[in-house]
C-alpha cells in the first residue's frame, strides 16, 4: 500500500540552518536510499525562494502560500499548506506543522534538544518563550508522536509530562559519500590563501557562545608550546547569535562540503568542546573521516565513543590536555579505520528506518 510522507523544509530556509537543517537533508536522503516504490515523500516548503539544500532534495516540493514567519506562526493552530494525501506528517523542529493530511495520519514533531534552558544566553528572550509554548503544545497534543534525536532528552520530555510511549528514539547519520573530499592541494590551497602553512587543529560548527570556542582558543595556544604538531587553529562555520571573541584562530567561514570533508581529512586533531549541546554532529562526520578527535563530555553523539579524548569544558587546561592526548593517537590506516568503524552504524538509511518504525 502507497504511503505519502509529508516532511516539513522550514528549516532549510533559515539563514542558518544548523544541525537541524542537515536533520531534515539527512532524512530525505536516507528515504530516498530505501528505494521504496510505496513510499511517496513531499518537501512543506514555506513560499520565497528555494535554497539550494532545498532544491537538490530527492523529494517532490510541495510550497505553502505563506512566507516562513507567518507560517511558524499560524502551522500550530492551521496545518496551511499540508496535503490533503498525506498518511504521515512530521515536524523536522518545533515550528510544525502539527496537523493536517488525510483522515487518520499520523502526526510526529522531532526534538532535538532544551538548549534554550540549557545555556538562555544563546537565544533571546522571545525565543525563549517560543520554545516554552511550543514544549507545552507538543505536551499537550496526546496523539503526537514525539522522535527524540539526542540520548538523555526522553527522561527530560517525560519529566514534562509526555508519556513515554509517545516518544521514539532516533539515531542521527554521517554518512555522505555522495561527495566526495576535497584533494589535498585543495585543502592546503585554500589554508595558504588564509596564511595557514603546515598542519592545522581544526573547529566545524557555529560560532556562538556555548560552542566554548574562546575556552578552546586558550586551551589551544597553551598546548601547541608543547605540540607544534598542532599547528594552527581554525574555524570553519558561520557566525551565529551572540558575539565570540575569536583570538588568533584563523577564521574560514562558511566552506563546502566538499572542502570540510577534505578539512576533517586533513587536520592534525579536530576539536568540539560546546559547554552544552544537543547531539553534535561535527565529532562524529570527523570521525567518520578517520579524524582524531577531542570533545566536551557535554556532546551527546560521542559520550560513549571510546576512540574520542573527552574533556572538561569548563577547563582551559582539560581541553589543552586533551589536545596533546588527542595528537599523540595513531594516525596510521589502522587507527583511521578503527575510527570510522566506531560511528559506521550512523547512517541517514539506518535513520529513515528508525523513523519508518516509529510512524507505524
Known amino acids: 500500500m502507497k504511503r505519502t510522507l509529508t516532511i516539513s523544509m522550514d528549516q532549510l530556509y533559515r539563514r542558518q540552518p544548523g544541525g537541524i537543517g542537515t536533520y531534515v537533508r539527512g532524512l530525505v536522503q536516507g528515504l530516498a536510499a530505501l528505494d521504496d516504490p510505496n513510499l511517496e515523500v513531499l518537501g512543506l516548503a514555506p513560499r520565497g525562494v528555494v535554497p539550494r539544500d532545498a532544491a537538490e532534495l530527492p523529494l517532490h516540493r510541495v510550497d505553502a502560500p505563506l512566507p516562513l514567519a507567518l507560517l511558524t506562526r499560524l502551522w500550530p493552530v492551521w ?3 499540508v496535503p490533503r494525501q498525506s498518511d504521515v506528517v512530521h515536524a523536522t523542529s518545533m515550528a510544525g506543522p502539527y496537523a493536517g493530511g488525510a483522515v487518520g495520519a499520523v502526526h510526529s514533531v522531532a526534538m532535538h534538544d532544551l538548549l534554550w534552558r540549557d545555556e538562555p544566553g544563546a537565544t533571546t528572550k522571545s525565543g525563549i518563550r ?3 509554548q511550543r514544549l507545552r503544545l507538543i505536551a499537550r497534543r496526546v496523539d503526537l508522536r514525539v522522535f527524540v534525536t539526542a540520548p538523555g532528552l526522553r527522561p527530560r520530555l517525560i519529566d514534562e509530562g509526555i508519556d513515554p510511549a509517545r ?3 532516533v539515531r542521527l547519520g554521517v554518512d555522505d559519500d555522495g561527495t ?8 592546503r590551497a585554500l589554508l595558504v590563501e588564509h596564511n595557514v602553512r603546515g598542519p592545522f587543529t581544526l573547529y566545524a560548527g ?33 557566525s551565529g547569535w551572540g558575539g565570540v571573541s575569536t583570538g588568533r584562530a584563523t577564521v574560514l567561514g562558511l ?6 570533508k577534505g578539512l576533517y581529512r586533513d587536520a592534525a586533531v579536530v576539536a568540539y568542546v560546546p559547554r552544552a549541546e544537543g547531539w553534535g554532529l561535527p565529532p562524529v562526520e570527523a570521525l567518520h573521516a578517520g579524524a582524531r578527535v577531542v570533545a566536551s563530555s557535554t556532546t551527546p553523539s560521542v559520550e560513549a565513543n571510546s576512540e574520542v579524548v573527552h574533556v572538561d569544558p569548563l577547563e582551559v587546561e582539560s581541553i589543552a590536555e ?5 595528537l599523540a593517537e595513531g594516525d596510521d590506516e589502522a587507527s583511521v579505520a578503527r575510527r570510522r568503524r566506531s560511528v559506521a552504524g550512523l547512517t ?4 529513515a528506518l528508525d523513523h519508518l518504525a516509529g510512524w507505524r
Open 79 to 81: 496545518p496551511l499548506g
Open 348 to 351: 541517514w538509511r539506518n535513520v
Open 255 to 260: 566552506v563546502s562540503r566538499a572542502m570540510l
Open 206 to 238: 557555529t560560532r556562538e557562545p556555548r560552542k566554548n570556542i574562546e575556552r578552546l582558543v586558550a586551551a589551544h595556544a597553551v598546548a601547541r608550546v608543547a605540540n607544534r604538531e598542532l599547528g594552527d587553529l581554525v574555524l570553519v562555520g558561520p
Open 322 to 326: 586533551g589536545l596533546a592526548a588527542a
Open 130 to 132: 517560543f520554545h516554552e
Open 180 to 187: 566526495d573530499p576535497a584533494s589535498e592541494h585543495d585543502v
Open 167 to 169: 516518544i521514539h528514539d
